[in-house]
């Protein structure tokens, strides 16, 4: 329930106002809204101070609101506190996670997530993207889009024939002996050890990019071999990330696409030749630069297959808005991007969005993938893994090794994309495992184990949650909480547009810490007053339905125990 609008509406009805802002006192004793009457004074003919005067008297108050005061200029409402109490508390114990979902529509959200290269093993920086990824298609699907995720493996080019050929020249034919994109990203990095030896290791890498752009099936044979190899890796990784893909698009397959409309573009005269015989887009208008899409001897390059790929996309799904997620290096190209679409007319181009992200750090200093200086995904979560698990054994002696390792998993994960997505997109941070697993601070499991406090809290009571009586929620910490839940589903809508997981996790830590404050203050079962045990076990249950919600959408999970 959305008071504020609520009220807007109320007031531009009573008062025969187009629109109004209401505005929030900073001082909760001035009201929990406030009404500035200086608008009202050119329709009224009065000074703002009387205007406040007389609409005390006059101005009939909704169910919701317990009192209106005039305070100079202003006029100020109160809420009712044990209507909003009783309305929100109601509302999530009937809806429980639905609590917040919008209504469902058609508008369509497509989004790309994390787009890797099959060279390699996924590393720290695809974490983040998948991250951010999963929980922006959670929050779409929430407020009611139809939300499709999409991936796009880049599976050609010079880089994806670096392991190619270190394998051909040094693996001597052998299978995987680890998981098996892990063994190619070894290939890739002795690649780049061994040309640092011998130069000719170049024009060699060169000669097998023709071949396999020529289609040469020695080459192509040991491309298909490779890429598999890491496709099933990123398989199992996606799968342990919870990074569910609905439809997934390989380079290869479409980069010959984007020439054709070049050329088409070229013929229409949106394309233009330079000297060197290029082909480009002059965006010199736009503040950017003469762009080429296609190279002189008729070679793609990224734009040219970005361009194809929008349109392959569009005829598939007629998505209404389209999500890169793509790290903040790629900002230049993305603004050349959407230019490029809108001068080709595509009807899709408003509504295109890149959604970047910075770079994370490690505390030993940046990451090198060609030089194997890398946190790889896989090795992260085994190590947060392990790290939980200590935690987990010095809290719990008799835990069975089958529990122990299905919390561990749910706590390590949580950590890590808590960690992860509690930052604003754009901000760079150095990712800290052990801060990060903590059980206090600004955590995922802080946010878990307040979660797992409600649900055993829940689990000893016996009492009936029937006849609650909200007026006993006095406390300033209860009435907190009620705030707060009543927001939520305004984070979510805040969080989805805003493209900013950030949000959520801030919204999530806030309702912890003051559930923590109320659970220290308030008892919460108290064997001597039943009707206040009650009205508080409707107000924790509320609070856990709310805390388990929010962490699905960032793809968290609640242990049985911690």
């Keep these: 329930m959305d008071l504020k609008k609520e009220l807007t509406q109320y007031l531009i009805k009573e008062l025969k106002l187009k629109e109004i802002t209401l505005e929030t006192p900073n001082n909760t004793n001035l009201g929990d809204f406030a009404l500035p009457c200086f608008i009202l004074s050119k329709q009224r003919k009065k000074s703002p101070i009387d205007i406040s005067k007389d609409l005390e008297v006059s101005l009939k108050k909704p169910k919701y609101i317990s009192n209106i005061i005039s305070n100079g200029p202003y006029l100020n409402f109160f809420i009712d506190k044990v209507y909003l109490a009783k309305s929100i508390l109601e509302k999530i114990i009937k809806e429980t996670n639905n609590y917040g979902q919008g209504k469902k529509s058609k508008y369509t959200v497509l989004i790309e997530s994390p787009g890797p290269n099959t060279n390699k093993p996924l590393h720290l920086g695809h974490v983040r993207n998948m991250l951010l990824g999963s929980t922006l298609a959670n929050l779409n699907k929430k407020i009611g889009n139809n939300t499709i995720k999409v991936d796009i493996v880049n599976d050609r080019g010079i880089h994806i024939c670096k392991s190619m050929l270190a394998y051909k020249k040094f693996g001597s034919n052998k299978k995987p002996n680890k998981k098996s994109d892990h063994f190619v990203g070894d290939f890739y990095v002795l690649y780049d050890k061994e040309s640092k030896k011998d130069p000719n290791l170049e024009k060699e890498l060169n000669q097998m990019l023709i071949k396999w752009e020529s289609d040469n099936k020695l080459i192509r044979d040991l491309w298909k071999k490779m890429n598999k190899w890491v496709l099933d890796g ?201 801060e990060s697993i903590k059980f206090e601070g600004e955590t995922g499991p802080y946010v878990q184990y307040s979660a797992v406090r409600i649900k055993s809290i829940l689990k000893k009571s016996k009492i009936k949650k029937d006849n609650v009586n909200y007026s006993l929620l006095k406390d300033p910490s209860e009435e907190r909480i009620i705030t707060l839940l009543s927001n939520y589903p305004q984070i979510i809508r805040k969080s989805a547009l805003e493209y900013k997981s950030s949000i959520l996790c801030k919204y999530l830590i806030d309702l912890s810490k003051e559930f923590n404050t109320f659970y220290h203050k308030c008892q919460v079962i108290d064997i001597n007053n039943r009707e206040l045990t009650k009205t508080r076990l409707v107000l924790i249950k509320a609070i856990y339905y709310v805390l388990e919600d929010g962490l699905k959408q960032l793809g968290i999970k609640i242990p049985s125990r911690m």
């Excluded at 398989?235 to 397959?253: G, L, V």
């Excluded at 194997?372 to 054994?393: C, F, S, T, W, Y």
């Design 234 to 434: 990123f398989k199992e990784t996606y799968k342990r990330f919870d990074t569910k893909i609905d439809k997934t698009y390989y380079e290869s397959n479409y980069y010959n696409q984007g020439k054709e409309i070049i050329k088409k573009g070229l013929k229409k005269g949106i394309f233009k030749k330079d000297e060197f015989g290029n082909i480009i887009m002059d965006l010199t208008k736009e503040n950017l630069d003469k762009k080429v899409v296609l190279r002189a001897d008729g070679t793609s390059i990224y734009i040219t297959q970005d361009i194809a790929l929008a349109d392959i996309r569009y005829n598939d799904f007629k998505m209404d808005k389209m999500i890169y997620v793509v790290g903040n290096e790629q900002l230049y190209h993305f603004k050349v991007l959407f230019e490029i679409l809108k001068k080709l007319n595509y009807k899709f181009t408003d509504n295109l969005h890149h959604l970047a992200y910075g770079y994370i750090s490690l505390p030993e200093g940046k990451m090198k993938s060609r030089e194997g200086i890398v946190v790889d995904a896989d090795n992260l979560a085994n190590e947060m893994h392990e790290l939980a698990k200590k935690g987990i054994l010095e809290r719990n002696k008799g835990i069975s090794k089958q529990e122990l390792e299905i919390i561990s998993e749910q706590i390590a994960m949580g950590a890590l994309k808590f960690f992860m997505l509690k930052y604003d997109p754009m901000k760079d941070f150095i990712y800290n495992p052990k």
